[in-house]
């Protein structure tokens, strides 16, 4: 037995990275940023807002979350609408009694099944990302590029036409993109994207069509992450994150403003005996001297 | 080992009772060595016949961006907390990142961190090579660290845990003293090998951040009470003769900002006891090797004869 010699060849073995979408960079070797207001830590509050068709589907993969039964997958498909009506407006007002402002990534079926809940966001002053058409619109490499860059149109066009304006942040289902995927959204007019975890401030990426900046969502602080997949406590959840803004701040001192993503999940955190824990959390967060509030867009700098 | 035979014959059964007492250096009671993966995957990875690399199409972006943040973020964090607690490293290193990111080697291997191969990239599997091969990565692995860092390595753990039944053997001939890859002991212990003397350095599966984070699903304060009390256990049974406690770590999961924090506790907690020899595998390997194998494996010897 032996494996094909190509298999011991490594055409990319050089310094720097095995790609050319951006370099290599060590976040503590990097000019200090300064967030607005001199904060040394800003949080950054997304919000998933998802839209679930009863008929699933698997191309290119089921979305996390996504219908889970035989048809007609009632429970998943009322679930996630519970989110939608119900969690969504708990955070909503766990914001507003802190005053702070999110971003909310949502389907672009959402707008357009909804419009009065896009009104309440924009109202309240939050940010609009675009988040695919709806959760049957996964990306991966193998999907066509007229249909990919038809669910970046799309959904672009579709939370313009409910709000005015076009969003300049994206974030893909479940952060998974295609090789074309950042040079699609360069040529779609989006200024950022949130689907790369490498980081944990924004940087640049380039493609053939242009540049564009990624804001670190990390997927290790989602809710999803620590609550659904982990199957950790709320209370756990405001811990964890608790004690990540107490290393961040600190660190801050030394190195410059950092960033802490805190990714939410209208039915995960939404849910009664889950509120009261981030409530608890962004009321602890908000008193803290040195920490500003800031959507996604004002942290790339593209609003 | 034995090819093909039931049991593969890596080791001699020495139950935990009655051996030869390990001593550590200073009346240490336990090793302890902090292991750093410092690892490269590749975001399009030549294809192995025997195991997929990314679970998605490539670019996995999550898979892929999770572990490059590592050499971004993770291994700055983790690294500054291990000095400021006097915890050296021995990295389990996937020895392009010599060539990718030689500023990660070049900081550890400043701050006296020790190298043993982890394979030349994380996304490059041993399973279904040749001799020729399996010699080729290893003649890598060693020019690869020697040029970068002038170290020789003297360990191996097999590019994500993935072995052929000559890996020990070619390791041991090459002059290696220790594989990391083995797990059923809380000592050193010799390993049966063709040509050369190997020992099992004891690390852990169990105690590895990965099991603890996505395997066991802990929190990060519950790995870290896991941590302790490992350490205490352990360090306790020291009293009776030397043990061995490893802490493998990836700076993508321990370098994350909600887990640093109660992970330094766990340092700092070790290194005021004074009850552990901080310190690295390779003096392990030298400490129990100039010390402890002729002894371990002459009593091996004994009880076997015994039992006959």
Request: glycine share 8%; aromatic share 10%; net charge negative.
């Amino acid at each position: 037995m032996s494996l094909d010699p190509a298999y011991l060849a490594y055409p990319h073995r050089a310094e720097g990275m095995d790609h050319d979408l951006y370099h290599w960079s060590n976040l503590f070797d990097r000019p200090p940023i300064v967030w607005p207001g001199e904060a040394k830590l800003a949080v950054s509050v997304v919000i998933s807002l998802e839209w679930f068709p009863i008929t699933a589907s698997d191309k290119p993969f089921r979305a996390p979350g996504h219908m889970q039964t035989a048809y007609p997958d009632y429970r998943h498909y009322t679930s996630r609408e519970y989110g939608t009506r119900i969690g969504f407006y708990r955070m909503l007002d766990a914001l507003a009694a802190v005053g702070a402002k999110a971003s909310v990534a949502v389907n672009g079926a959402i707008a357009e099944r909804y419009p009065a809940l896009l009104r309440d966001i924009v109202a309240a002053g939050h940010e609009i990302v675009a988040h695919a058409t709806d959760m049957n619109a996964t990306i991966a490499t193998g999907i066509a590029e007229e249909e990919e860059r038809a669910i970046i149109r799309s959904s672009l066009d579709m939370l313009e036409k409910a709000t005015g304006r076009r969003p300049a942040g994206w974030l893909s289902i479940a952060r998974s993109q295609s090789w074309n995927t950042p040079r699609l959204l360069v040529e779609e007019g989006v200024c950022y994207m949130l689907d790369w975890v490498n980081d944990e401030l924004p940087y640049r990426m380039t493609t053939v069509a242009g540049g564009i900046v990624n804001v670190p969502l990390n997927h290790e602080l989602s809710d999803r992450q620590i609550i659904t997949t982990q199957q950790h406590s709320a209370d756990s959840y405001r811990v964890q994150i608790e004690d990540a803004a107490d290393w961040l701040m600190t660190e801050a001192v030394g190195y410059g403003g950092r960033m802490l993503p805190l990714h939410l999940t209208p039915y995960i955190m939404g849910l009664p005996y889950r509120i009261g824990a981030l409530e608890t959390l962004l009321q602890g967060l908000a008193g803290r001297e040195g920490l500003s509030f800031l959507t996604t867009g004002d942290i790339a700098g593209c609003i | 080992m034995r090819e093909g035979e039931k049991d593969p014959g890596l080791y001699d059964f020495l139950p935990y009772r009655g051996r030869p007492k390990i001593e550590w250096p200073d009346g240490k009671k336990v090793a302890v060595w902090v292991s750093p993966n410092l690892e490269f995957y590749e975001i399009d990875p030549a294809p192995n016949p025997h195991r997929k690399s990314w679970a998605k199409p490539h670019p996995d972006v999550v898979g892929y961006a999770h572990r490059d943040y590592a050499n971004r973020v993770g291994h700055w964090r983790m690294a500054d907390v291990m000095s400021k607690h006097g915890f050296p490293g021995s990295v389990s290193l996937s020895v392009a990142l010599c060539q990718h990111v030689p500023d990660v080697v070049e900081d550890a291997n400043a701050r006296g961190w020790e190298f043993f191969s982890h394979g030349i990239y994380n996304t490059r599997y041993s399973y279904g090579m040749d001799e020729a091969q399996e010699r080729a990565i290893i003649e890598d692995s060693i020019r690869t660290v020697r040029d970068a860092t002038g170290q020789t390595i003297k360990g191996w753990l097999a590019p994500a845990l993935t072995h052929t039944p000559r890996t020990l053997d070619l390791i041991a001939e090459y002059g290696l003293s220790y594989t990391c890859d083995l797990y059923h002991d809380d000592q050193p212990t010799p390993i049966h090998v063709a040509n050369g003397k190997l020992i099992s350095m004891p690390y852990s599966l169990e105690v590895n951040d990965h099991y603890g984070f996505f395997v066991y699903n802990m929190s990060p304060r519950d790995y870290a009470d896991t941590l302790i009390r490992q350490y205490e256990r352990l360090a306790a049974e020291g009293d009776e003769s030397g043990t061995v406690m490893c802490i493998p770590l990836h700076s993508y999961l321990i370098g994350q900002p909600h887990r640093i924090g109660p992970f330094e506790e766990v340092l700092r907690h070790i290194a005021q006891d004074g009850r552990a020899w901080i310190t690295r595998s390779g003096d392990i390997a030298d400490h129990f090797i100039g010390q402890g194998y002729d002894r371990l494996l002459a009593d091996a010897a004994h009880q076997s004869e015994d039992a006959q």
